[in-house]
């Protein structure tokens, strides 16, 4: 069996638990905690299928808040099993719950990270892809944005298979010049592509083949 079988299999199984657990709280009562944990735990599901796709489900922001949730609520469910009586059908629900959270948590943290090509938009693909024919022919790319008073550059090379972005902004006024200079390191370039467009103001359509330079504004 392949891996990624495997993972539609595991996905299908966890389908079928938001499913077990209503009919769990139907036939046990449940309990507003438990109706919560039923109900982050379907919206975990839609990120478990788009994780196991490679498929953008929603908002890249929400699954790791999500699975903190996920894991939260499963020390709550287990200290709750520990401490208070409760029927058995709704102990087994939880308990169930509870130990597939946890795993469930791991898929989704991981489908947060935003470093992904599937999180990328079409404008950022295409610049990523023209960057990376640049990164082919040149050992560095300066891309640069100014408007006055400020100008934002950013060196881009590729170390490996990763790529590094060492980003400059300089502020001038009458009264003050300032700078300041950071460095990130992406898996892909799609991400550098983001990257630059949220913090140094360089938008993908600025990446060209023909120049590194974006113009001044």
């Known amino acids: 069996m392949s891996l990624q079988r495997a993972y539609v299999l595991l996905a299908g199984l966890y389908s079928l638990l938001p499913v077990m657990g209503v009919v769990a709280i139907f036939a046990g009562g ?22 196991i796709l490679n498929r953008a489900m929603m908002s890249q922001r929400m699954w790791r808040p999500l699975a903190a949730v996920l894991l939260v609520g499963s020390v709550i469910q287990l200290v709750i099993m520990l401490t208070m009586p409760v029927s058995g059908v709704l102990l087994t629900w939880m308990l169930t719950s509870s130990i597939f959270a946890v795993l469930l948590a791991v898929l989704l943290y991981h489908y947060g990270n935003r470093d992904q090509p599937l999180w990328a938009t079409d404008e950022e693909r295409d610049a990523a892809k023209r960057l990376a024919t640049l990164l082919e022919q040149q050992s560095k790319v300066t891309l640069v944005y100014r408007e006055p008073g400020h100008e934002n550059s950013v060196n881009v090379v590729k170390a490996g298979n990763d790529y590094l972005a060492n980003v400059t902004r300089r502020y001038q006024t009458d009264d003050e010049h300032r700078q300041e200079t950071f460095e990130r390191r992406f898996r892909h370039p799609e991400t550098l592509v983001y990257f630059v467009d949220k913090f140094a103001s360089i938008s993908p359509t600025s990446v060209s083949t023909s120049s590194s330079m974006t113009p001044a504004v």
């Not at 449940?30 to 994780?51: D, I, K, N, Q, R």
Request: aromatic letters at 18%.
């Open 30 to 51: 449940g309990t507003p905690l438990a109706m919560a944990h039923l109900f982050f735990g379907a919206l975990g599901v839609v990120g478990l299928w788009g994780y």
